[in-house]
């Protein structure tokens, strides 16, 4: 049983970043592809970004890419996400989760994720 504690959520003006940290207990992070997900009152959960279990490969949505990095630190079981050029828009609960992999890859598919934290709120203000 993996467990994940999302922090660094909090509030931020437009145009600014923040980074979000997600630490894993429980599991052997390594064998983990991790995933960070949003969501919005009223709307279904977003894909955010994704990362292999090496790190190697990376993905995101396209709407977020080069503006948020996704990375790990597989030594301190952790995973985190820079996120840069703020919008209103980006107003989320932030969500965590693992997905146990035999290859080195990732997915942007929700059900896939077995194991989740229970989220860090980030609000953006204009």
């Known amino acids: 049983q993996v467990q994940l504690v999302e922090s660094g959520g909090g509030l931020v003006q437009a145009g600014g970043s923040r980074r979000l940290s997600c630490a894993a207990s429980?599991?052997?992070?390594?064998?983990?592809?991790m995933g960070w997900f949003r969501q919005t009152p009223g709307k279904e959960r977003e894909f955010v970004a994704a990362i292999s279990r090496s790190g190697r490969s990376t993905y995101y949505t396209d709407s977020m890419k080069g503006r948020f990095s996704i990375s790990r630190d597989n030594a301190k079981s952790t995973v985190f996400l820079q996120m840069n050029s703020l919008t209103p828009e980006d107003t989320a609960v932030y969500y965590c989760a693992a997905d146990a992999r035999f290859d080195d890859s990732a997915t942007r598919t929700f059900a896939r994720y077995e194991y989740w934290g229970q989220g860090t709120q980030v609000t953006v203000s204009s």
């Open positions: 429980g599991g052997t992070f390594s064998t983990y592809a």
